[in-house]
């Protein structure tokens, strides 16, 4: 297992500083965060390193596992974000004297890097979660196309509590599984959701004891590994695309895909029972 390098940039970050490791080993890299002391609160520093690593990715890995060191996969935001000096080398998450809508903005989408690379088709990412996932932490685990979950996790929307939005790319995620009205429901009372019924209302694909976290994940990424990998990109873009499409459009983007498959199983000529 290697620790991954990443980028060679002038700004490149230290993720051990910012309280991330990121090993890959073969076709799998795990990012673990890596602060349990601190229940693994995330900060900017946090979102740029998982944008850096999504951005040095080495080129032969299909599944990106995150997972979070201690009792909690991710307490959120580093609640020193909201003091006056905010995170020592970060400043503050704003403040009102001198706000400035255009360079929020611009922060709050560089954070939103860090979380969107993990749709990317070409690899498959997994949220393993155990304890509490909170606010930036349950963001974290929607960014994943997969949750596995310890039967002790508690998933939270806690931003609209605090007076704030989930503005981590996790609302539509969100939606998409859930359906509009049990998303408005658990965003808007901020409660917790278990395992249990985060399995059941379509926000873990598995719910296993905690002590089975670990394998329950490796069962399923050696499942994942399984099929070839171009078909399960190809694959993975075709059931992304499908909600924005109709039956028809939906028919005719799996007719290309399967073109360039079998172009490329079989040579240059598609079979005439294909064609
Ligand atoms: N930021 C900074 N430090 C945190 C933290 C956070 N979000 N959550 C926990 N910690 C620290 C605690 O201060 C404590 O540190 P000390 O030992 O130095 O006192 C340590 O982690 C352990 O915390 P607890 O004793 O509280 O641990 P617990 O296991 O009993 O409880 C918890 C875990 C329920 C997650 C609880 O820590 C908690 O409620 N944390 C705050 C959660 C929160 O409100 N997060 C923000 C959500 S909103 C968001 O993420 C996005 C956004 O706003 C835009």
Same mark, same amino acid.
């Given at each position: 297992?290697?620790?991954v390098?990443? =980028? ?5 970050i ?5 309280g991330? @490791?990121? *090993?890959?080993d =073969? ?7 890596? @602060?349990?002391?601190k229940?693994n609160?995330?900060t900017?520093? !946090? ?5 850096q ?13 995150i997972?979070?060191? =201690?009792p909690s &996969?991710? /307490?959120g ?6 003091t ?7 400043? %503050? ?7 400035? *809508?255009?360079? &929020?903005a #611009? ?8 979380f969107?690379?993990?749709r990317?088709?070409d690899?498959?990412?997994v949220?393993?979660?155990? +304890? ?10 929607l960014?994943?196309?997969? @949750?596995?979950? /310890?039967?002790?996790?508690k ?13 981590l790319? +996790?609302?539509?995620p969100?939606?998409?599984?859930v359906?509009?009205s ?19 209302? =379509?926000l873990a *694909?598995?719910?296993? /004891?905690?002590? *089975?976290? !670990? ?6 990424? $050696? ?9 399960a990109?190809? !694959?993975?873009?075709?059931l992304q $695309?499908?909600?924005?499409? !109709?039956? #028809?459009e939906?028919?005719?983007a ?7 498959r079998?172009?490329?199983l &079989?040579?240059?000529a598609? %079979?005439p029972? @294909?064609?």
């Amino acid at each position: 297992m290697a620790e991954v390098a990443l =980028g060679g940039s002038a700004e490149e970050i230290s993720l051990e500083e910012v309280g991330l @490791r990121c *090993e890959v080993d =073969g076709e799998i890299a795990t990012i673990t965060l890596d @602060r349990p002391e601190k229940r693994n609160a995330q900060t900017f520093a !946090t979102w740029s390193a998982l944008a850096q690593i999504g951005d040095g990715l080495p080129q032969q890995v299909r599944i990106v596992v995150i997972r979070g060191e =201690g009792p909690s &996969f991710s /307490a959120g935001i580093d609640l020193r974000m909201f003091t006056p000096e905010g995170v020592p080398g970060q400043g %503050p998450f704003a403040t009102s004297a001198t706000f400035d *809508e255009a360079a &929020f903005a #611009e922060r709050v989408a560089r954070a939103q890097r860090g979380f969107l690379w993990l749709r990317r088709p070409d690899i498959v990412s997994v949220a393993a979660v155990q +304890g509490h996932a909170v606010g930036a932490g349950f963001q974290l685990a929607l960014a994943c196309d997969l @949750r596995v979950l /310890a039967d002790d996790a508690k998933l939270c929307m806690k931003e609209p509590a605090l007076g704030l939005v989930p503005d981590l790319t +996790g609302t539509k995620p969100l939606v998409d599984l859930v359906g509009l009205s049990r998303a408005i429901e658990i965003c808007l009372t901020a409660r917790v959701v278990g395992a249990r019924e985060a399995a059941r209302i =379509g926000l873990a *694909e598995l719910v296993v /004891a905690p002590e *089975e976290l !670990t394998q329950a994940v490796r069962d399923l990424t $050696d499942a994942l590994l399984a099929t070839d990998r171009d078909a399960a990109t190809a !694959t993975k873009r075709l059931l992304q $695309d499908a909600s924005g499409r !109709t039956l #028809e459009e939906q028919g005719a983007a799996e007719a290309r895909e399967q073109a360039k498959r079998v172009k490329a199983l &079989f040579g240059q000529a598609v %079979p005439p029972d @294909r064609a």
